[in-house]
């Protein structure tokens, strides 16, 4: 019985991840109604931007530009997540004002080609800019890694109970910016008929754009967290926690959070 409990336990901190990748999958839905297949990859993205300016440089992902900016030294965990977070945010705007709002009235399959289009293109972007990475890369920790002793014979690292708690109030959150503030209770309108959110007083483009923004960064952030408990590949957000988190969403009808919160931590 603790080995059961133990791998259940030591499972919370991937549960969490592919938790709040679906909620980020839900906030893109209910502002633009785009299943967004790259959200994996755009949070592995700005993750490895995080991995970098822990080595004091910055990436660039735009052909032209040199490789990346040189500060020369690590500039800490509190400003390397704070830069990361912000290419996050100017990444989904970025992504939504240059693809998917043009596309706003093209078939759904449209969508879903060009959301793979950016999963090939980041994955591109991450072989190009860093080296020697099929091995994995390591990220330094900053949330509390210590074992936790349960029982006698039962401990376990805390870092995943703590990313679990943060993805659970990350939720709640998101849940009540979305029932009780106005801007909400507009996007949740725009999701399912524009005239709703216009009559509130709101563009449904622009809330379209606040949704690909806040999906980026909370998926950015929550990997950003979890990438010490893992070994960072290109794949690894892309494919391998993206298809579960897609399940997760499709359980919560890509418009609830707490359906998509759960069934994420249970998968």
Same mark, same amino acid.
């Given at each position: 019985m603790t080995d059961y409990l133990f791998f259940l336990l030591l499972g919370s901190g991937a549960g969490a991840i592919i938790a709040a990748l679906g909620l980020g999958l839900v906030i893109t839905y209910q502002g633009s109604g785009v299943v967004n297949f790259s959200a994996g990859a755009m949070a592995m993205w700005g993750t490895y931007v995080y991995a970098d300016l822990r080595n004091g440089e910055? +990436?660039?992902?735009?052909?032209?530009?040199?490789?990346?900016?040189?500060?020369?030294?690590?500039?800490?965990?509190?400003?390397?997540?704070?830069?990361?977070?912000?290419?996050?945010?100017?990444?989904?705007?970025?992504?939504?004002?240059?693809?998917?709002?043009?596309?706003?009235?093209?078939?759904?399959?449209?969508?879903?080609?060009?959301?793979?289009?950016?999963?090939?293109?980041?994955?591109?972007?991450?072989?190009?800019?860093?080296?020697?990475?099929?091995?994995?890369?390591?990220?330094?920790?900053?949330?509390?890694?210590?074992?936790?002793?349960?029982?006698?014979?039962?401990?376990? +690292?805390?870092?995943?109970?703590?990313?679990?708690?943060i993805v659970a109030i990350v939720a709640g959150g998101l849940w009540a910016y979305s029932k009780f503030l106005r801007i909400g209770l507009a996007t949740r309108a725009a999701a399912e008929n524009e005239k709703g959110a216009v009559m509130l007083g709101y563009s449904p483009d622009r809330l379209a754009a606040l949704g690909w923004v806040m999906s980026s960064v909370v998926t950015t952030f929550i990997a950003i967290l979890a990438a010490p408990q893992i070994q960072l590949t290109p794949t690894i957000f892309t494919f391998t926690f993206l298809i579960p988190a897609l399940g997760a969403a499709l359980i919560g009808k890509f418009q609830n959070f707490w359906p998509t919160l759960i069934t994420g931590v249970l998968i």
């Open positions: 910055y +990436p660039f992902p735009i052909p032209g530009l040199p490789d990346r900016y040189h500060f020369g030294d690590d500039v800490g965990y509190r400003w390397a997540l704070i830069l990361a977070l912000l290419t996050a945010a100017l990444l989904g705007l970025v992504v939504y004002l240059l693809i998917f709002r043009p596309l706003r009235q093209a078939p759904a399959l449209a969508k879903v080609v060009a959301s793979v289009g950016l999963i090939i293109l980041f994955i591109t972007l991450v072989e190009r800019r860093f080296e020697d990475i099929t091995g994995g890369l390591r990220v330094n920790a900053i949330l509390p890694r210590e074992p936790m002793t349960l029982t006698g014979d039962l401990t376990i +690292p805390r870092d995943g109970l703590w990313l679990l708690l």
